[in-house]
């Protein structure tokens, strides 16, 4: 028997080979006004009614950098924003074309970020046509996304993410749903992932919403949502937001959704979650940097040029330098070095050292390192409760799918190992009839 389609038993960290930016072509600039948004502020860093755009210098510059400074034979473009198609298709025309100098020698691929309520026919033919790998954003059925999920007028924005979700899928596009949990998409699990799988979507991945507010808001940015917390130990006060998680129901929601999952849908649906969780245990670094042992090599470009450490780190004490004026491996450096890297390990709490999910966890994000531990030292994770529950719950269904894969056997098989040794023998007996 052969596997299924799975990133699971392979090697898919990128980042510590090499170097990944997400690129903020239109800035903060969308067409949505999502309540629990961290980057719709951010227009006060470039001033208030400033057209977001970057430029084609700003372009042809990153396109030529990014390629030439990254040391691996793939180079991954991820377009994000705000709403990137409000850029409109011919940007993306124009994307290519300054790619398409430099792949006789590198393997070049974008991915595009997108609520989808602009999506059209025309948009989707040319994102299958150009391989796009495609994220929208889905938070559930429509009473989950739409507490949340509002344009500027106030109305849901769920009928226009669904329809979005329908053309990707009428044109092949290849897609993948990102459903952010906030503290009222968490009391519904069971809704939200039975939903989407009844959508036909078989990649997901579950995001929880974590943010502050500053006490007072910034005077010195207007920022009112606070930044990462602690990279150099300091503890930077605020509220938790009302639409932010609750950590006990981050990992019940988790816990939730995998034995749902791991009864019925291992191999033909995709949590991204759940993938990045088993790649640990086998013994990969993870592939996402919230779990990685270090970070520092994932950079953000907003449309002026700036790069800035990290997607939560687009504040100016946090800022690079220029994609006009340095390379990007540079840049990685300047990251790495300050405060990132390493640091992300060394500055754990005991507490992190000595749990026995640390493999797994790796203590979380530095941004939201703001709890204290139980011995009152600061540092730990705003999640830390929900990740413990979650990493500690799925272990015995992690042994099982490692004996599998070490056997070469597909991991479903795991699903007829939850039903016990009785539906097991007995199907085991009916193969050996045949």
Known sequence: MVPEK?????????????IHVMVKPIGPVCNLNCEYCFYLEKQCLFGAGKQCRMSDEVLSTFITNYIT??????????????????????????????????????????????????LTNEWCSFLRKNRFMVGISLDGPEEVHDTYRRDRAGKGSFARAMRGLRLLQKHHVEYNVLACVAQRTAQQPLDVYRFLREQGVEFMQFVPVVERRTVPCSIAHGLCLAGPAVLDRKETHGEITPWSVIPSEYGAFLVTVYEEWVRHDVGTVFVMNFEWALNTWIGNPSPVCVHAQQCGRALVLEHN?????????????FRLGNVRTDSLLTLTERSLQSGFGS???????????????????????????????????????????????FFLHIRKYQRAMTTLLENNLPISLVMEAVKGPLVIKRQASQRNSI
């Open 6 to 18: 799975t990133a699971v038993g392979k090697n898919t960290d990128r980042s510590a080979q090499g």
């Open 69 to 118: 400074s990254q040391p691996t034979p793939i180079v991954e473009f991820v377009w994000q924003g705000g709403e990137p198609t409000l850029l409109g298709i011919d940007f993306f025309r124009r994307v290519l074309e300054l790619q398409r100098p430099f792949v006789s020698f590198k393997n070049i691929s974008n991915s595009l970020q997108t609520n989808g309520t602009l």
């Open 305 to 317: 040029g700036d790069v800035y450490a990290c997607d939560h780190c687009v504040y100016p004490e």
């Open 343 to 389: 640091n992300k390990d060394a500055s754990l709490p005991q507490q992190c050292k000595e749990c026995e999910v640390l493999v797994s966890c790796r203590g979380g994000c530095p941004k939201h390192r703001f709890a204290e531990s139980c011995s009152g030292e600061p540092g730990l994770h705003y999640l830390c409760e929900g990740y413990r529950k």
